[in-house]
């Protein structure tokens, strides 16, 4: 037989197409008419087999089988309204704020304010009564299907005490309203969009300088614009741009996840109840969040978002109650290795 | 390791901690990108629908239930094959079912002409027959390679022997396969090229 000269390993690698260029020719030299007989079985069984049609699972089959494993391991079933590219574009913002209401008053206020401060430093004196209006109005103007904010990487720090704003009963409403008013908001964004843009500029109209109110109301029907633009690829979407090349931007965003940590309601959670918690929340970076923490340390807030348009999870970590409670590191992950992107230490002072 | 089969892996470990957080579509992702191919070698061993069904069912759950000791040291598919094959040879066993059909004395060198015929479909069912009288020693090893198109490496992984075993029970699996359907063409009045 031909393989007591030949090693079988060799002869499977020619078979394989394994073996260097050179190496297969030189073994192909030595080989005789039994082992060329070999070879051509070898190939033709391998080519056969390898078009053999595979067996394939019938709906019915699959779904019996997905059923049975996920009652024997006491899965839950997933929700399955969300696509894929929706689910990933879930706010960071929206899960923090209590109410679609609230963060559609949050976005006129934050468009106005942002304007006002960035042209013209004379012009603040009549930022509060612009605000005063929007708030006033913000009922009204939230009833509708609200659009959703534009990126707010560069919220600035005023905006925080126009988030507290916020009417009370709005802030009162829970989470779970606030999403499926999203959900809602879907639908009929532009057409929301342009109401509230709409109604936004005549409340302004009555409350403001002509010309502070035409760049303002300019702004916001912007903003509508590209609200709309945002709420068509999916509520409550909000991109949080973090980037080492852009620092001031980095620095205003992690500002803005502090003043959102600072105003949820979210019970600061120990690291050691940490893996239930994030199971409940859907998240998957707590492990490197629970490294940051120390073994005694907790988390202050957490949530899924987008970093940079990447999905992944912020975290406000907190070291244990021995050490200085009021200082932590906001960290944000990116999937799908959950690679910290920027880590930041904060404090109340 | 291809570049796809490091995405495959890392998509794995990515799903795999969603589920151990309770993410429930991890758990649907997970079962999509597996389900089929464990279903597949799983049938091709027992040749059974439903038994092959109990077989996917059980390696999931076993596998599933021990993910949170999962450290991602290979990859995530050659654990969940490998719990497979061993699920299935394991309900062999109890069963007291093993493949029975007498394998043919390959002694004789294998005929050139005869590899030829092996590319017609109405080979097809004797070639499943053949496959199932391999025995557990290369059945597996052939499955996983020739069928499944996975790498040797991987096969010897997934087995947990070495390349070299690997490669020698490839062999005389596919030497046997081509002698065993030799018979059964015979047995079946299959006609032979120089006869047709």
């Known amino acids: ?349 | 390791m291809s570049r796809r089969h490091d995405s495959a892996t890392a998509d794995d470990s990515v799903l795999i901690r969603r589920y151990l957080a309770g993410d429930g579509r991890a758990f649907d992702q997970l079962m999509a990108a597996h389900e089929g191919r464990v279903f597949a070698i799983s049938l091709r061993i027992l040749r059974d629908r439903e038994e092959a069904l109990d077989a996917t069912q059980e390696t999931f759950i076993t596998v599933l239930r021990k993910a949170g000791s999962f450290e991602g040291r290979s990859a995530f598919s050659t654990w969940l094959y490998r719990v497979a094959v061993n699920t299935c040879y394991t309900m062999l066993r109890k069963k007291g079912r093993r493949p029975t059909a007498p394998l043919p004395e390959a002694h004789d060198p294998p005929d050139l002409s005869a590899s030829d015929r092996f590319r017609s479909a109405e080979l097809r069912p004797m070639l499943e027959d053949a496959l199932a009288t391999l025995p557990e020693e290369f059945g597996p090893a052939v499955l996983l390679s020739d069928l499944e198109g996975l790498p040797l490496q991987s096969v010897a992984e997934i087995l947990e022997i070495p390349l070299g075993t690997v490669k020698s029970r490839v062999f005389r699996g596919r030497k046997l396969l081509a002698a065993h359907l030799g018979n059964l063409m015979a047995a079946s009045g299959y006609p032979k090229e120089d006869e047709a």
């Open chain 1, 1 to 349: 037989m031909s393989d007591e000269r030949i090693p079988i390993d060799q002869l499977l690698d020619l078979v394989e197409g394994n073996l260097p260029e050179e190496e297969a020719a030189r073994l192909d030299a030595t080989l005789d008419e039994g082992d060329r007989r070999e070879l051509a079985v070898q190939a033709a069984v391998r080519s056969v087999l390898g078009q053999l049609p595979g067996p394939e699972l019938s709906d019915d089959e699959r779904q019996r089988l997905r059923a049975a494993v996920r009652a024997e391991l006491r899965v839950e079933e997933a929700d399955p309204a969300p696509s894929a590219g929706r689910q990933e574009r879930r706010s960071w913002l929206v899960r923090v704020l209590p109410s679609a209401a609230a963060a559609a008053t949050v976005v006129a206020v934050i468009a106005v304010a942002v304007n006002l401060v960035d042209t013209d430093s004379g012009q603040e004196a009549s930022m509060a009564d612009v605000e005063s209006a929007v708030t006033a109005q913000a009922a009204a103007v939230t009833a509708a299907p609200a659009p959703t904010p534009t990126t707010t990487a560069a919220m600035p720090a005023e905006s925080a005490a126009a988030m507290e704003a916020a009417p009370a009963a709005d802030v009162e409403a829970d989470l779970a309203d606030a999403e499926m008013a999203m959900e809602e908001a879907m639908a009929e964004a532009e057409v929301a969009a342009d109401l509230a843009a709409a109604e936004m500029e005549a409340a302004l109209a009555e409350a403001a300088e002509p010309e502070v109110v035409a760049e303002a109301a300019a702004e916001l029907v912007q903003a509508a614009a590209d609200s709309a633009e945002e709420a068509a690829l999916g509520p409550g979407y909000v991109a949080f741009e973090v980037a080492t090349d852009r620092p001031d931007e980095t620095r205003e965003a992690l500002e803005m996840m502090e003043e959102l940590a600072a105003i949820s309601e979210m019970t600061p959670v120990p690291v050691t109840e940490l893996a239930d918690r994030a199971g409940e929340e859907g998240l998957v970076c707590w492990q490197e969040a629970a490294e940051l923490a120390g073994a005694s340390g907790v988390i202050t807030w957490m949530a899924p978002g987008l970093v940079d348009g990447v999905p992944g999870e912020a975290y406000l970590v907190a070291p244990g109650p021995d050490d200085q409670p009021a200082d932590g590191v906001l960290a944000l992950f990116v999937y799908p290795d959950c690679r910290a992107v920027a880590l930041r230490a904060v404090t109340d002072e």
